[in-house]
């Protein structure tokens, strides 16, 4: 069985990086943009990150510029952004695709661990989804992410235990990571 460890990704700067780096911890891999309704989300993120990270906790940010163009900018300005308004602190790789053709390798294997199943109940969600199915028709078979700020969350293992879509209670997401560690 795979595992995230098998998977190489590029840093900021494009150099490769081995996800076996992060053996032995709990790891929270999101796709963001600097541009969402969602990005509010960094600041959740950062707490949980500089609250847990001394427990064996990484956050690992990968920008998309897949959904509405939300990511427009340079790596080097969506960190910049990222550590200027919201402080962030924890790893962010080079942009990169999550859906088509062109989808990162990684964002394909947890997809196929844990598949999209909604975004949840209510107003909001109802809302996503209609501008997610629009965008997202484009990707066709290989739409493997519905939005910015999918959260996977992968255990000591190297497993896929949780998938959590933006519109799901950042404070269920901070205890399921709780629970993981």
Known sequence: MNTVYDFTVKDRQGNDVSL????????????????????????????????????????????CNQFANQAPGSDDEIHDFCTLKFGTEFPQFKKIDVNGETADPLYAF???????????????????KKFADMNNRQYG?????????????????????????????????????????
């Open 141 to 181: 078979d290989k739409t493997y992410i519905g939005w910015n700020f999918t959260k996977f969350l992968i255990d000591r293992e190297g497993r896929v235990i949780a998938r959590f879509e933006p519109t799901y209670d950042m404070d269920a997401v901070r205890e399921a990571v709780i629970a993981a560690l």
């Open 20 to 63: 076996s780096e992060y053996q032995g911890k709990v790891l929270l891999i999101v796709n963001t943009a600097t541009g969402c309704g969602f990005t509010p989300h960094y600041e959740p993120l950062e707490a949980m990150y500089r609250e847990l990270k001394d427990k064996g906790f990484e956050i690992l940010d990968f920008p």
């Open 110 to 128: 947890l997809a196929s661990e844990k598949p999209f199943e909604g975004f949840g109940k209510g107003v909001k969600s109802a809302m996503l």
